[in-house]
């Protein structure tokens, strides 16, 4: 394995702690998980004013401690594997807060963005916003409907046209783009076993590729 810390990155519902998770027990890896339980998240969905803000920096101050632990801690004695990319933070700033609080969060991240290890490899999951719907929703059903929120279909829209106009022009490290409308990567072991190859054989640029169903 070329890559020893890997970023899964994706929009909501998409699967990539799943895929993380799944990946770190077959690599014998370190698993970093983004801390779900935000605070101020409810009340953002719930339109609250200032919530954007709140629930922004929360995720922003937790994602930067969690780094700060990989690049400070051992952990790239094995390889590390993380749910999410950091700079993808930039990406629900710009969507959800207003010019005033986006001069506000910019500045933060600018300081903290420094201390930010970079990954060897970031793994893009995409699907279209149709099914990153049906997939919330079944999570909602599986798990405790009072606990899992669902945001709107115009919001989940926006969001998944964000991350695809983001990756369109990431370069900063190679970067694997799987489409997964037509599987769970988390649960099939093929599905897996074929993309460990992908990321076996992955070099510089971006790889575009669909797993086989």
Avoid at 108 to 132: E, G, K, S
Avoid at 163 to 169: A, M
């Amino acid at each position: 394995m070329n890559f020893r810390h890997i970023a899964v990155e994706g929009p909501i519902g998409v699967g990539k702690s799943a895929l993380a998770e799944r990946l770190a027990t077959r690599l014998d890896a370190a698993l970093v998980l983004e801390e779900r339980d935000n605070p101020f998240l409810a009340d953002f969905y719930a339109g609250k004013p200032g919530a954007a803000l709140q629930a922004q920096l929360f995720y922003l101050l937790s994602r930067h401690r969690q780094q700060l632990t990989i690049r400070q801690g051992d952990l790239f004695a094995q390889i590390t594997i993380a749910d999410y990319l950091f700079d993808r933070d930039k990406i629900f700033a710009y969507l959800n807060l207003d010019d005033n609080e986006l001069f506000i969060y910019q500045r933060l991240y600018d300081l903290l963005v420094r201390d930010v290890p970079t990954p060897d490899l970031v793994i893009y999951l995409q699907a279209p916003t149709d099914v990153l719907l049906r997939r919330l929703r079944e999570r909602a059903r599986a798990e405790s409907e009072s606990v899992v929120v669902i945001p709107e279909a115009g919001y989940v829209r926006e969001l998944n046209e964000a991350y695809q106009h983001f990756f369109f022009h990431y370069a900063a490290t190679p970067l694997l783009v799987v489409e997964t409308s037509q599987v769970d990567l988390a649960a099939s072991d093929g599905a897996v076993d074929d993309l460990l190859r992908q990321i076996r054989t992955m070099t510089a640029g971006t790889r575009y590729y669909v797993p086989r169903v």
